[in-house]
Structure formats: C-alpha cells, structure tokens
C-alpha cells in the first residue's frame, strides 16, 4: 500500500443504519477520551488484543462486520473508536499512538482503518488529511459507506466541519506487537469519559 487506499460501498446499508444507531445510543459515548488534538469530539474506545477478539464480538456484536472485513491478519493490537464530530469539530495533525497509555514505547499502527459510517447531506469540511512527514499525501472527501485504509506512521488531521450536522466514522488502528510489548496491552478493555451512573440509567451494556 503506497499511502492509503479505498474501499467503496463496504457493507449493506441496513448495516450502516443498525451500526450508526447502535453507536449513538451506546451508553458509552461521550466527550472523547482521546487526547487535546480530537477537538469537541465524542467517542469512546475498545482496546483489544487478537485473543479479545471473540469477547469485543459479544460485547459489542455491531462491530463484528466491521472487524470482519478490516482487521489485519498480521496485526494483533487494535484500538477501535467510533469518532463523532458536529459543525466546529476538527482533529489536529497527529500520528496514532493511542496504545501508548500501556506501552509507553509503541510506534505507530501498522495500518489505521476508516469506516463512514453518516455524513451531512452537503458535507463541507470534515475531509481526511494525510502527511508524509511535511508533504501531502492525500485529502479524502468522505463518503458514506467507504472504508479507508492508510499507513499507520502517517500524520493526519480532520478538516473542521462546517455544517449543523453529524460526521461519524468508526476508526481502527492495527498494531504488530512484540511478545514483550504485547503483555502491556488488555486483552480487553473500554475506555469511556460516560460516567457509572449515566449507564446504569441507560440500561444499556453498550
């Protein structure tokens, strides 16, 4: 993969609407838990191990398409977050290293996976920048429906959106571990701003 590429109409868009419902009614989304650069963002994030694999599926069975179709068989540590922008929502240039909060010497994802999951009608802003250290490499206007796959070393930032409307997308960053690195990593866990009470009061376990 030179960069990034694209994958047109991945799913069956009666699974983009069950996926988009479940995310926004999911007691765990909130203000992000990542870090200053996802600016008046929400999410909230499941980090895995390969092993975690079957355990996210029935925690989160939504997802299991998703994961179906984008994981890497080379890999075998992810951090997956739906991301939630409204108009004035951007992300800073970064490059991902979200596994760093366990290992604190991780390079970047092998390879970071997008999916679109809703978009404003007419989209302005909100369009994917990629950089190869200070040269542009790709803009991409998202699309509904479209996964984009690209280098996990690559800086990348999220244009602000500028419309009353929502742009959600479900996000995978895809490591290959050492044995030694892989032992900081939960074979399983949720990372979440929402609080206790919020989702005991949802009675929702998603």
Partial sequence: MKYYRQHLDA??????????????????????????DFVGTQGFSVVFQRL??????????????????VLQPTCNAFYLNPLLLREGSRVDPHIDRSLRSYCKTIDPPTI?????????????GGELVLRNHKQ??????PQVNMVVHFQGDLTHSVNTL?????????????????????????EFTVESR????????????T
């Fill in 162 to 186: 500028k419309v009353p409307d929502t742009r959600l997308s479900l996000v995978c960053e895809q490591y290959s571990l050492s044995d030694a690195e892989l032992q900081d990593i939960p």
């Fill in 11 to 36: 799913f069956p868009l009666s699974y983009l609407n069950d996926l988009r419902g479940e995310i926004l009614a999911s007691s765990y989304l909130a203000v992000n838990n990542l870090n200053r």
């Fill in 136 to 141: 542009q490499v790709g803009q991409i206007k």
């Fill in 52 to 69: 975690g694999l079957e355990t996210v599926k029935q925690k989160f069975p939504f997802f299991k398409p998703y994961l179906d179709l």
């Fill in 112 to 124: 970071v996976s997008v999916l679109y999951v809703q978009l404003p009608k007419a989209l302005q």
């Fill in 194 to 205: 929402a609080t206790a009470s919020k989702r005991a009061k949802s009675g929702r376990q």
